[in-house]
């Protein structure tokens, strides 16, 4: 039985082998006596520390206390530095629920994985291309500017690559004219823009915010407003809840509430363009993460707009966008795509939450 002060507030913080060996990963289920069904800890995988990009979960952060009382049970948080290996707990045992890319999840499930997508948080890649200061003034916002210049990235492959890759052959240009240099992680991106590695570079929101602020950048596209981006990128699924099988349906109440959390969540914040509005919203260890309410709301200038065109369902334009170029119709008609992409919970909350279903155009 954990305390009547909510655990919502304890981010554990644990390493892949941790997460899988000792008291991070799942738990076995509790006594609940006449209650509904729970293990006595739910530990949910995810990537940083209450990244801006996850808004619509931290924001339940009501309702998630209230799972906790409910089901006499603690969520518990295990963070990570990448997506592959929050996934890798929740397909390993060592975590119930993670907060992962959709992609990512699909690639897994294709292959069998025992997972399914309950809910996404937003539609785009959830990042910015950034040009340096020194250019902004004979280069502006015009990228064709840039053409035949070096562009940073995190990894081949990755989803900032494939975004700018989409967003400079869509201005026209070749990318087998210009010069891509992978910097290996998001902390390498403005080190590499402020000493002039490269010309411009593609950054999460936190990353691209901190450049711009610090003088060192400036804003050329932003990749998470759709009107702009979607003759590029198309309809892209960002990041959700991904629940492994056995915990959905061992567990299908709290799966649902868990999923209820995130929609309420997503209501609260989805249209709201007052950052400050937005951070009061959050839990206090949100807003310790975020100190500073200038930066917060250059973040959220940027993240916004990504949360507007999502109703947090899987929706055909959006996994047709997202799957094109890389799953074939035979992958996503197969049983475990099938398995995984499931709107079911979704549709549930918004009857039980009592709240209007926004359009998701």
Same mark, same amino acid.
């Given at each position: 039985?954990?305390?009547?002060?909510?655990?919502?507030?304890?981010?554990?913080?644990?390493?892949?082998?941790?997460?899988?060996?000792?008291?991070?990963?799942?738990a076995?289920?509790a006594?609940?006596?006449?209650?509904?069904?729970?293990?006595d800890?739910?530990?949910?995988?995810?990537?940083?520390?209450?990244i801006?990009?996850?808004?619509?979960?931290?924001?339940?952060?009501?309702?998630?206390?209230?799972?906790?009382?409910?089901?006499?049970?603690?969520?518990?948080?295990?963070?990570?530095?990448?997506?592959?290996?929050?996934?890798?707990?929740?397909?390993?045992?060592?975590?119930?629920?993670?907060?992962?890319?959709?992609?990512?999840?699909?690639?897994?499930?294709?292959?069998?994985?025992?997972?399914?997508?309950?809910?996404?948080?937003?539609?785009?890649p959830?990042?910015?291309?950034?040009?340096?200061?020194a250019?902004?003034a004979?280069?502006?916002?015009?990228?064709?500017?840039?053409?035949?210049?070096?562009?940073?990235?995190?990894?081949?492959?990755?989803?900032?690559?494939?975004?700018?890759?989409?967003?400079?052959?869509?201005?026209?240009?070749?990318?087998?004219?210009?010069?891509?240099?992978?910097?290996?992680?998001?902390?390498?991106?403005?080190?590499?823009?402020?000493?002039?590695?490269?010309?411009?570079?593609?950054?999460?929101?936190?990353?691209?915010?901190? *450049?711009?602020? @610090?003088?060192? =950048?400036?804003?050329?596209?932003?990749?998470? %407003?759709?009107?702009?981006?979607e +003759? /590029?990128?198309?309809?892209?699924?960002?990041?959700?809840?991904?629940?492994?099988r056995?915990?959905?349906?061992?567990?299908?109440?709290?799966?649902?509430d868990?999923?209820?959390?995130?929609?309420?969540?997503?209501?609260?914040?989805?249209?709201?363009?007052d950052?400050?509005?937005?951070?009061?919203?959050?839990?206090?260890e949100?807003?310790?993460?975020?100190?500073d309410?200038?930066?917060?709301?250059?973040?959220?200038?940027?993240?916004?707009?990504?949360?507007?065109?999502?109703?947090?369902?899987?929706?055909?334009?959006?996994?047709?966008?997202?799957?094109?170029?890389?799953? *074939?119709?035979? @992958?996503?008609? =197969?049983?475990?795509?099938?398995?995984?992409? %499931?709107?079911?919970l979704?549709? +549930? /909350?918004?009857?039980?939450?009592g709240?209007?279903r926004?359009?998701?155009?």
């Amino acid at each position: 039985m954990v305390n009547q002060k909510s655990r919502f507030s304890r981010l554990a913080v644990c390493s892949v082998a941790l997460a899988m060996a000792v008291g991070c990963g799942a738990a076995a289920p509790a006594d609940t006596g006449d209650g509904p069904a729970a293990p006595d800890r739910v530990t949910v995988s995810v990537v940083g520390n209450y990244i801006t990009a996850y808004a619509p979960f931290w924001a339940g952060a009501p309702e998630l206390a209230a799972i906790e009382e409910r089901y006499a049970t603690e969520i518990a948080y295990s963070s990570f530095g990448r997506g592959g290996d929050a996934l890798t707990a929740v397909v390993g045992g060592g975590a119930d629920v993670c907060i992962c890319n959709f992609a990512q999840g699909l690639r897994g499930a294709v292959q069998d994985q025992p997972i399914s997508y309950v809910s996404n948080f937003f539609i785009g890649p959830g990042t910015a291309l950034i040009g340096a200061a020194a250019h902004e003034a004979d280069r502006g916002t015009d990228l064709r500017a840039y053409d035949g210049g070096t562009f940073g990235y995190t990894q081949e492959g990755g989803a900032s690559h494939l975004t700018l890759v989409a967003t400079v052959e869509d201005r026209g240009m070749n990318w087998a004219d210009q010069n891509g240099i992978a910097v290996g992680s998001i902390t390498a991106l403005v080190p590499a823009l402020q000493s002039g590695r490269v010309d411009a570079a593609v950054m999460d929101v936190a990353s691209a915010a901190t *450049s711009i602020r @610090d003088g060192h =950048g400036y804003l050329i596209h932003n990749s998470n %407003d759709l009107p702009s981006s979607e +003759a /590029a990128t198309g309809r892209i699924l960002g990041n959700g809840l991904v629940m492994g099988r056995e915990f959905r349906e061992t567990y299908p109440e709290l799966a649902q509430d868990l999923v209820d959390a995130t929609i309420a969540g997503l209501d609260r914040v989805r249209a709201e363009t007052d950052a400050s509005v937005v951070h009061g919203l959050m839990p206090p260890e949100f807003q310790e993460a975020h100190p500073d309410p200038e930066a917060f709301a250059a973040e959220w200038e940027l993240m916004q707009p990504a949360f507007l065109p999502t109703d947090g369902s899987t929706e055909p334009d959006a996994l047709r966008d997202t799957t094109r170029d890389e799953f *074939s119709a035979e @992958d996503i008609a =197969g049983p475990g795509a099938q398995s995984y992409i %499931d709107n079911s919970l979704v549709d +549930a /909350a918004y009857s039980r939450l009592g709240i209007p279903r926004p359009s998701s155009s």
